[in-house]
């Protein structure tokens, strides 16, 4: 648009000058000079009435003034006008009566039909019809069509030489959008490099800086974690093997159920702050993970249903998106009897839609509940026994994917948990 409407803009102005300023002046002037010689051609039949003299001013107008001339003997017009202009005229004929009106001024005929390359004007003499015929390059100029030709076709240059222009600087700027999309959705950013204009080049610099500086963050956090995890891990299996050294003490089972807890809530911290940013992205089928799942479910007595329209492809960490729908299955198990899990092609996206029959999630928590360590007892159970961090899990896998996941009321009301994957 930027290139098109200002060519479009100033094609419409030039045509606007040209057509009503050039154009009409041009076309005036040679009617004029038509109409001059037919003023000339009558007053010189008027000083001079013979044949010989006709025959002479005829003859010098078909030399000189590309007009034939004839004479018609007590013949009167027909359709004889008079300072007139027809809706239906053309420039060239309206051109034309201004003029013979100017410098005839006798009752005319004009006939531009009749003819194919020449003009038939009819002049009513007191006592004949002066018959003028000439051709139409004398009241018409071909540089019209000259102008037409080389504004459009400069246009067309000018927009074609634009168009690979822009195409040349637009390209980095998408790629530069596909590859900031890659890597949004944590897959591998390959055969990117910065090119094109300074700007874009800058663009694409200062993400390639950005991506290596996330990915570093990343790779430090998971080091980090892989550090806390054993030095946690090590004191507690030494607690652990102390009170299993005190045969039973009193006190000693709610001292191993306390470090059970602590061990259960250190690997939902790790498992959250992980995310499983090590994994690599590949092509998987959302249908067979789903059928994984929930055939792990029912191994443990859990009812669900699983509805899932054949294939669906994406790419995506197969273990991540995994412990996802675990998290959010395991959550809905444990507050309702009955799981239904639809999943299918949905326009540009895959949408996951899981429901349950248990007593759902006030509309006002429901935003809450994504956030870490959030426990929701009062509004579902007083006896859960999470930490707060399974739908927190399964947010970041989704956004990692370029997707979100948004809760509502299922048909049973329920909760109904809407995922959507973006092929």
């Not at 034309?96 to 004009?110: D, G, H, M, S, T």
């Not at 030494?238 to 059970?260: C, P, W, Y």
């Not at 998987?284 to 929930?294: A, C, F, H, Q």
Request: hydrophobic residues 45%.
């Amino acid at each position: 648009m930027i290139i098109v409407m200002p060519l479009i803009l100033l094609q419409i102005v030039s045509a606007l000058i040209f057509f009503e300023t050039h154009w009409d002046k041009v076309t005036l002037r040679l009617a004029r000079s038509v109409a001059g010689d037919i003023a000339v051609i009558m007053d010189v039949l008027r000083q001079d009435q013979s044949v010989q003299g006709q025959q002479k001013i005829f003859k010098i107008a078909e030399d000189n003034m590309h007009i034939t001339a004839t004479l018609i003997p007590e013949a009167m017009i027909n359709q004889a006008t008079k300072n007139t202009v027809r809706i239906t005229d053309g420039l060239m004929e309206r051109m034309l009566r201004q003029a013979l009106n100017e410098y005839v001024r006798k009752p005319f005929k004009i006939d531009t039909s009749s003819l194919k390359r020449q003009v038939k004007i009819d002049v009513q003499l007191s006592d004949a019809v002066l018959r003028i015929i000439t051709t139409r390059k004398r009241l018409f100029s071909s540089t019209v069509y000259v102008f037409v030709i080389w504004m459009i076709g400069t246009s067309m240059i000018l927009f074609g030489v634009a168009t690979i222009f822009m195409r040349n600087q637009v390209r980095p700027i998408r790629r530069l959008a596909i590859a900031a999309d890659q890597f949004g959705k944590g897959r591998e950013v390959i055969k990117f490099k910065p090119e094109g204009a300074t700007e874009v080049r800058q663009a694409a610099t200062a993400f390639m800086l950005m991506r290596d500086r996330i990915k570093r963050q990343i790779s430090q956090r998971t080091d980090m974690l892989a550090g806390v995890s054993h030095d946690l891990r090590t004191p507690l299996t030494r607690m652990k093997l102390q009170l299993a050294m005190l045969n039973n003490d009193s006190g000693s089972e709610e001292l191993q159920t306390d470090i059970v807890e602590m061990e259960h809530m250190l690997e939902g911290y790790l498992a959250f702050a992980r995310g499983e940013g090590g994994e690599k992205a590949s092509l998987s089928d959302i249908s067979n993970i789903l059928s994984g799942v929930v055939a792990d479910t029912k191994r443990k007595g859990a009812l669900i249903d699983l509805h899932s329209e054949g294939q669906l492809m994406v790419t995506l960490r197969p273990s991540a998106f995994k412990r996802c729908l675990m998290n959010i299955i395991e959550n809905a198990l444990h507050y309702a009897e009955h799981v239904m899990i639809r999943a299918g092609t949905r326009q540009d996206c895959i949408e996951i839609v899981i429901d349950d029959d248990g007593p759902g999630i006030a509309e006002t928590d429901r935003e809450d509940v994504f956030k870490p360590f959030f426990r929701l007892e009062k509004s579902r159970n007083q006896h859960t026994g999470g930490v707060g961090l399974g739908l927190s899990i399964a947010r970041d896998v989704m956004r990692a994917l370029g997707g979100e996941i948004a809760l509502e009321t299922s048909p049973d009301d329920g909760l109904r948990v809407r995922l959507r994957i973006p092929i």
